[in-house]
C-alpha cells in the first residue's frame, strides 16, 4: 500500500543551526503539506502546497520555514535558525485532490529535538 | 475561538464496549469536511472516517460511525465493541471549501482525546 515516508524519523539539532526535514509523498497526489504537533499538544498546520508553489499556511509559518519540492518525489521543510521552541514532531501528508472531502495521508513523522 | 473542540481529555473504556468520542466545530463555511484521525503511541497519523457537510448518511467504515448533527455542529466518532488496539489518542479534524480557486486548505484539528480501552 502506498505510504508517505519521512526521514528522518528523529533529528537532533543544536539552537541556530539550520534542518531540512524530508518526505516523499505518495506518488499520484497533487497536494502536499507540513503539519507539527508539540509534544502533548494538538497538531497544527503549517502550509499546504500545490502546483510548486504555496496555496496556504498558517501564523506559524514565518520567514523562518520553507518549503519546497527539488525534484518529481520528494518535499521539503526547511527550518532557518532553529529555536528551542521548534521541537515537535513534523508531519508530512499528502492528497490527491484538494476539496474538502479528499484525506490527507500522513507520514510517520520526523521528531525534532532542539538543545 | 476554537474551530474544532473536543471536551473529553481522556476516557477510560471496558473492551467490548462502544464509546463516543465528542466533537464539535465552528464554521461559517457551508462547505466543509469533518474527519477524524488516530494517533497511537508510536505516533504516525491513520485516517478512521471522514463526513461531508453534504452527505446525508452519517459515515461508516467497520467499526467506526460518526453521529452528525449538523444543525448542533457536532461530529462524534462511535467505536463499536471497542478492543485494546483501539488505545490511542483520537482527533477531530475539518477542512473547510471556501477556497474557490483551487489549492488547498489544511486540516483544523481538535486537543484530542485519550482513549484507554481496559481489558
Known amino acids: 500500500e502506498p505510504e508517505v515516508t519521512q526521514t528522518p524519523s528523529h533529528q537532533v539539532t543544536q539552537m541556530g543551526q539550520e534542518v531540512i526535514l524530508r518526505c516523499v509523498p505518495i506518488s499520484n497526489h497533487l497536494y502536499f503539506y507540513w503539519y507539527r504537533q508539540i509534544l502533548g499538544q494538538k497538531v497544527e498546520f503549517l502550509v499546504s502546497?500545490?502546483?510548486?508553489?504555496?496555496?496556504?499556511k498558517s501564523e506559524i509559518f514565518d520567514d523562518q520555514f520553507s518549503v519546497e519540492r527539488p525534484d518529481g518525489s520528494n518535499f521539503t521543510l526547511k527550518i532557518r535558525s532553529t529555536k528551542l521552541e521548534d521541537s515537535a514532531m513534523y508531519f508530512c501528508?499528502?492528497?490527491?485532490?484538494?476539496?474538502?472531502?479528499?484525506?490527507?495521508?500522513f507520514g510517520q513523522g520526523t521528531r525534532l529535538t532542539v538543545v | 475561538a476554537q474551530k474544532i473542540t473536543q471536551t473529553q481529555p481522556g476516557m477510560f473504556v471496558q473492551e467490548k464496549e462502544a464509546v463516543t468520542l465528542d466533537c464539535t466545530y465552528d464554521?461559517?463555511?457551508?462547505?466543509?469536511?469533518l474527519f477524524w484521525y488516530k494517533q497511537p503511541s508510536s505516533g504516525e497519523m491513520i485516517f478512521l472516517i471522514y463526513q461531508g457537510s453534504y452527505d446525508q448518511q452519517n459515515a461508516t467504515e467497520g467499526r467506526y460511525s460518526l453521529n452528525f448533527q449538523k444543525a448542533r455542529k457536532s461530529a462524534n466518532l462511535v467505536i463499536s465493541a471497542s478492543q485494546l488496539g483501539d488505545s490511542a489518542m483520537y482527533f477531530c479534524a475539518m477542512r473547510e471549501g471556501h477556497r474557490a480557486g483551487g489549492g488547498a486548505d489544511g486540516l483544523t484539528f481538535g486537543k484530542g482525546t485519550h482513549l484507554i480501552i481496559q481489558p
Open positions: 502546497f500545490y502546483n510548486n508553489e504555496i496555496s496556504e
Open positions: 501528508a499528502s492528497s490527491q485532490a484538494g476539496t474538502v472531502k479528499t484525506e490527507a495521508f
Open positions: 464554521t461559517s463555511d457551508p462547505s466543509y469536511g
